[in-house]
């Protein structure tokens, strides 16, 4: 069977029709399916999956090397047992202790932008939705370059920023590292504000309100100012898809060229439990 892929919104993302992840994904689908996924702006959505943990591994893996809990006490808790490639993304509760990472991303980011190669892309798969709520917005970071002027695409093309997971401190996992100092310190990096993405040749404005804590070499009064506009800009609605989650579905996003934002709206009508896999960056952001 041949695959259709239909946009989604008028400028990211796209909906695969036609494609089992349960069955072997050879070259010549995986090809198709990840042109799909560049053409769509670094957003595909696939619904009606019947996937084990096994299956989405071993689909992710055709991405590249999958981030591991490895020995990391904080993410094991999230992961599923056996599998720790699997992150448990859930506001559910197991004998009194969390399944899953309740408030995961529930602000703007790009998973990982705190690492010196920042996560390729990420893979949610969706078991348990609630009837409504639960939605997650992604905004479209070649759109967000492209929508500028030229006057402000000279003014910021060149710079960098300092992008630090300490930055989303408001958050609950964020929290758990607080008191760690050194892992934090630890968790940044330094990444142009335009980059040219290495699939599609497109630049894209690499910030997320979440993790980009500064520009390099302007004041902190005048980082702030233009930060909180790039912010604004690059999730402005015009840029932006909200996908409403159904049981089965898998997103797969590109976190080069997009951000994403969690709504934890839906605690009081039900609950919320997905498995993601996430592909390691394997070069530095240029
Ligand atoms: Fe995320």
Redesign the pocket.
């Given at each position: 069977m041949s695959l259709v892929i239909q946009s989604v919104s008028p400028h990211i993302g796209a909906e695969v029709i036609g494609a089992d992840l349960a069955q072997p994904v050879g070259d010549n689908l995986f090809r198709q399916l990840h042109q799909a996924w560049v053409d769509a702006d670094g957003l595909l959505v696939i619904r009606d999956q019947r996937l084990t943990p096994e299956q989405q591994i071993s689909f992710s893996r055709q991405f590249g090397e999958l981030a591991s809990a490895g020995d990391n006490p904080v993410i094991q808790k999230y992961t599923l047992p056996g599998y720790p490639e699997i992150f448990r993304v859930s506001n559910k509760k197991q004998d009194g202790e969390p399944l899953g990472r309740e408030d995961?991303?529930t602000y703007w980011?790009?998973?990982g932008t705190w690492q010196t190669f920042p996560s390729k892309a990420?893979l949610l798969y969706g078991i348990e939705i609630p009837r409504v709520g639960g939605n997650t917005m992604f905004a479209d970071l070649y759109q967000a370059w492209e929508t500028l002027t030229p006057t402000m695409q000279h003014m910021v093309e060149g710079l960098k920023a300092v992008h630090a997971m300490a930055n989303a401190g408001g958050t609950s996992f964020e929290r758990e590292f607080t008191g760690k100092g050194d892992v934090v310190a630890a968790k940044t990096a330094i990444h142009p504000l335009v980059i040219t993405h290495p699939d599609s040749g497109r630049k894209a404005l690499f910030v997320n309100r979440g993790y980009t804590a500064r520009i390099v070499g302007l004041s902190r009064p005048e980082s702030d100012a233009l930060l909180g506009f790039l912010f604004d800009h690059s999730t402005a609605p015009e840029l932006v898809y909200r996908h409403t989650w159904r049981s089965r579905d898998l997103v797969i996003w590109d976190n080069r060229c997009t951000a994403?934002y969690?709504i934890p709206d839906y605690k009081a009508i039900g609950d919320r439990y997905l498995h993601r896999t996430s592909v390691k960056g394997d070069r530095p952001m240029q």
């Amino acid at each position: 069977m041949s695959l259709v892929i239909q946009s989604v919104s008028p400028h990211i993302g796209a909906e695969v029709i036609g494609a089992d992840l349960a069955q072997p994904v050879g070259d010549n689908l995986f090809r198709q399916l990840h042109q799909a996924w560049v053409d769509a702006d670094g957003l595909l959505v696939i619904r009606d999956q019947r996937l084990t943990p096994e299956q989405q591994i071993s689909f992710s893996r055709q991405f590249g090397e999958l981030a591991s809990a490895g020995d990391n006490p904080v993410i094991q808790k999230y992961t599923l047992p056996g599998y720790p490639e699997i992150f448990r993304v859930s506001n559910k509760k197991q004998d009194g202790e969390p399944l899953g990472r309740e408030d995961a991303g529930t602000y703007w980011h790009s998973d990982g932008t705190w690492q010196t190669f920042p996560s390729k892309a990420s893979l949610l798969y969706g078991i348990e939705i609630p009837r409504v709520g639960g939605n997650t917005m992604f905004a479209d970071l070649y759109q967000a370059w492209e929508t500028l002027t030229p006057t402000m695409q000279h003014m910021v093309e060149g710079l960098k920023a300092v992008h630090a997971m300490a930055n989303a401190g408001g958050t609950s996992f964020e929290r758990e590292f607080t008191g760690k100092g050194d892992v934090v310190a630890a968790k940044t990096a330094i990444h142009p504000l335009v980059i040219t993405h290495p699939d599609s040749g497109r630049k894209a404005l690499f910030v997320n309100r979440g993790y980009t804590a500064r520009i390099v070499g302007l004041s902190r009064p005048e980082s702030d100012a233009l930060l909180g506009f790039l912010f604004d800009h690059s999730t402005a609605p015009e840029l932006v898809y909200r996908h409403t989650w159904r049981s089965r579905d898998l997103v797969i996003w590109d976190n080069r060229c997009t951000a994403h934002y969690a709504i934890p709206d839906y605690k009081a009508i039900g609950d919320r439990y997905l498995h993601r896999t996430s592909v390691k960056g394997d070069r530095p952001m240029q």
